[in-house]
């Protein structure tokens, strides 16, 4: 019997061993890499190397549109820190409205025209209110929307602050819904239609604007200077033909705004590459130069010319430098992202200086030097510094879309501000405007408990 038991142990263990082995057999390849011999990936390898790349691209590309969005925390505070504490609750509203406004003009109308299929290359006529994404469509219609939609409230709130201290609340709402919807759109399907269904004239001629010194900061600088010539400047702002400084209340949280926004660019440059690649590397590198060199240029002209290295126009120099980066970041090598940003701290600081004494345009917080003016030379200095090569044709379409963005939105806006002025009204009273928009638009004090300075010589601080 023991002898029985002890044989059918050891078949099981035969049998047990064979299946074993013919597992193994059935697992393994029929014909194995010889040594040395490279292995071609399966199929099923492939398609997971692009999906992981696919994963990538979508989480970059969000990743960037939340940092632009952050950039909106940064502008509320650079333009509330250099305007009057009176008027920082409506700093706020506008900014914050900026965005809100902004996004839902942009889902209804701007995207379409910007990026919607065209055959003229002027602007596109499908996929108004995101129609082009249906029910399990493609999912990257979302993304891409996400991403523009932030660049688009970065342009119309660039006015907000050369508008500062003496406009109506509703009438800069009507503004932000129309810049979003038309005046943005139409420049940015010329410049970058094809980034998705359409194709812009511009473009098509070798334009270079990569992630957007004209098509997003000249569009909102020159909206601005047309939006601060219709209403004019702040009581008191200019006193016997002689422009009279009205400082700001907080120089603290405006570098508070300018280090946001300095952070928010990396999602600027480097993320208009929608794709998470190694292009990202000497983008960030560039768009770190550029703003560097614009403060070192800044605070050296103002100490030079003010005999003090003034706080305000540094900081404008960073912002300056990063606007001059931002068209060329990703064709430019990092020795010309610093000269660029040098030169654009220089500029800016001529530039205030210029439309503050000369031309006599009140602008609170500089906005037309720092994103029309010095994004004008960004665009300019994108052919100039080309890495690639610098042709007359490179320069000649550079200075084409320079012009054509100012022949466009200046015009367009100052007839905007014209219709609001007459129809709504585009300026408070001036009762409004010596006791503060916050009180007279929005029934609320920003610094409630703050006292009035007696030397505040009529103007409230």
């Given at each position: 019997m023991k002898r029985l038991?002890?044989?059918?142990?050891?078949?099981?263990?035969?049998?047990?061993?064979?299946?074993?082995?013919?597992?193994?057999?059935?697992?393994?390849?029929?014909n194995p890499p010889l040594a040395g011999e490279s292995v071609t990936p399966q199929p099923e390898e492939a398609i997971s190397a692009t999906e992981v790349q696919r994963n990538a691209d979508f989480v970059w590309t969000l990743v960037a549109a939340f940092l632009v969005f952050f950039m909106q925390a940064g502008f509320?505070?650079?333009?509330?820190?250099?305007?009057?504490?009176?008027?920082?609750?409506?700093?706020?509203?506008?900014?914050?409205?900026?965005?809100?406004?902004?996004?839902?003009?942009?889902?209804a109308v701007g995207f379409a025209l910007m990026?919607?299929?065209?055959?003229?290359?002027?602007?596109?006529?499908?996929?108004?209110?995101?129609?082009?994404?249906?029910?399990?469509?493609?999912?990257?219609?979302?993304?891409?929307?996400?991403?523009?939609?932030?660049?688009?409230?970065?342009?119309?709130?660039?006015?907000?602050?050369?508008?500062?201290?003496?406009?109506?609340?509703?009438?800069?709402?009507?503004?932000?819904?129309?810049?979003?919807?038309?005046?943005?759109?139409?420049?940015?399907?010329w410049a970058w239609g094809s980034l998705y269904k359409g194709s812009g004239w511009l473009e098509g001629l070798g334009f270079?604007?990569?992630?957007?010194?004209?098509?997003?900061?000249?569009?909102?600088?020159?909206?601005?200077?047309?939006?601060?010539?219709?209403?004019?400047?702040?009581l008191g702002k200019y006193v016997n033909?002689?422009?009279?400084?009205?400082?700001?209340?907080?120089?603290?949280?405006?570098?508070?705004?300018?280090?946001?926004?300095?952070?928010?660019?990396?999602?600027?440059?480097?993320?208009?590459?929608?794709?998470?690649?190694t292009d990202?590397?000497?983008?960030?590198?560039?768009?770190?130069?550029?703003?560097?060199?614009?403060?070192?240029?800044?605070?050296?002209?103002?100490?030079?010319?003010?005999r003090k290295p003034d706080a305000s126009m540094t900081l404008n120099g960073v912002l300056a430098g990063l606007v001059g980066i931002t068209a060329g970041c990703a064709n430019v090598l990092p020795g010309s992202a610093a000269i660029i940003g040098l030169i654009a701290g220089v500029i800016v600081v001529l530039s205030v200086v210029f439309i503050d004494q000369v031309l006599k345009v009140d602008d609170p917080?500089?906005?037309?030097?720092?994103?029309?003016?010095?994004?004008?030379?960004?665009?300019l200095a994108a052919g100039l510094f080309n890495a690639g090569g610098v042709t007359l044709k490179i320069v000649a379409i550079q200075l084409l879309g320079i012009v054509?963005?100012?022949?466009?939105?200046?015009?367009?806006a100052f007839v905007l501000f014209k219709l609001l002025k007459a129809t709504m009204g585009l300026r408070i009273s001036r009762e409004e405007e010596l006791e503060g928009l916050d009180v007279g638009e929005h029934g609320i004090e920003a610094y409630p408990d703050f006292q009035i300075h007696p030397e505040a010589k009529g103007v409230r601080i």
């Open positions: 038991i002890i044989c059918l142990i050891a078949i099981l263990m035969v049998f047990n061993l064979l299946g074993g082995l013919l597992s193994a057999e059935e697992t393994s390849s029929p509320a505070m650079v333009e509330a820190g250099y305007t009057r504490a009176k008027n920082a609750v409506n700093i706020i509203m506008k900014n914050m409205m900026d965005m809100s406004m902004g996004a839902l003009a942009f889902w990026f919607g299929a065209t055959k003229t290359g002027w602007f596109g006529t499908t996929g108004f209110f995101l129609s082009d994404f249906a029910k399990d469509g493609d999912p990257w219609t979302l993304a891409f929307w996400m991403f523009q939609v932030v660049f688009c409230a970065t342009a119309a709130t660039i006015v907000s602050g050369a508008m500062a201290e003496r406009t109506k609340f509703a009438a800069y709402l009507a503004y932000s819904a129309v810049i979003s919807a038309l005046i943005y759109p139409v420049f940015g399907s270079i604007d990569f992630a957007g010194s004209t098509v997003v900061h000249s569009v909102g600088g020159w909206a601005a200077l047309a939006g601060a010539i219709v209403i004019g400047p702040r033909g002689k422009a009279r400084a009205i400082p700001g209340h907080n120089i603290t949280l405006a570098a508070l705004g300018v280090f946001i926004l300095w952070f928010g660019w990396y999602g600027f440059n480097p993320g208009s590459t929608t794709a998470a690649n990202i590397a000497i983008i960030a590198v560039n768009t770190t130069l550029a703003a560097a060199a614009g403060a070192v240029g800044a605070m050296l002209v103002s100490w030079v010319m003010f917080v500089g906005a037309v030097s720092v994103h029309g003016v010095c994004g004008a030379w960004g665009t054509a963005c100012f022949l466009w939105v200046f015009p367009t």
